[in-house]
């Protein structure tokens, strides 16, 4: 009987995401890696460089059995668990998360540290119309907080006329 897949984070050696994910890739294992994009001044030059938006992580897509199949993949060093157990991030913050980097009208900022909790909003207009997350205060800038298990959370700037007060939280 297979189970079905469910999202994990593993730990990668260092500054090794990239080419864990095509390993990934090769070895047809689901995976998402989320990127930002800097611009890199060189004497000559400015470049557009792609990294890691959680340095050292990459998530992935498997029923649980196929723990030992991923952790055989060079530059995986092991799961995040909880209690020994590979512990399973939530489809719906997987997707959120993708949402926001993919869509994102500000640079995606990722934080380990809590953050206040505030009221719960829904998106109503724009690339993020109906995402749900929190609204929070940053640096004079509101912005919006996609919560990840274990993780921490992803922040966005959204204009504040584009959202509204969520009575039922449903994160």
Excluded at 18 to 44: G, I
Excluded at 138 to 157: D, H, N, Q, S, V
Aim: proline share 7%.
């Amino acid at each position: 009987m297979e189970l079905l897949p469910s999202w994990y984070a593993v730990y990668t050696t260092s500054r090794s995401e990239k080419k864990v994910k095509a390993r990934l890739d090769e070895a047809k294992v689901d995976n998402y890696l989320p990127l930002r994009t800097e611009y890199r001044m060189w004497s000559d030059r400015k470049k557009k460089v792609s990294f890691p938006l959680i340095p050292g992580y990459i998530f992935v897509h498997i029923p649980i059995q196929d723990t030992l199949k991923v952790l055989n993949i060079p530059g995986i060093v092991t799961f995040l668990k909880e209690k020994a157990v590979p512990v399973p991030i939530p489809d719906k913050q997987i997707d959120r998360l993708r949402l926001m980097v993919e869509h994102a009208f500000d640079e995606v900022e990722f934080t380990t540290s809590p953050v206040a909790v505030g009221d719960t909003i829904l998106v109503k207009q724009g690339s993020f119309q109906g995402l749900v997350g929190e609204l929070i205060e940053m640096r004079g800038k509101y912005k919006i907080a996609i919560r990840i298990e274990y993780f921490g959370c992803a922040l966005t700037t959204v204009p504040l006329g584009w959202v509204e007060k969520v009575k039922t939280p449903t994160l």
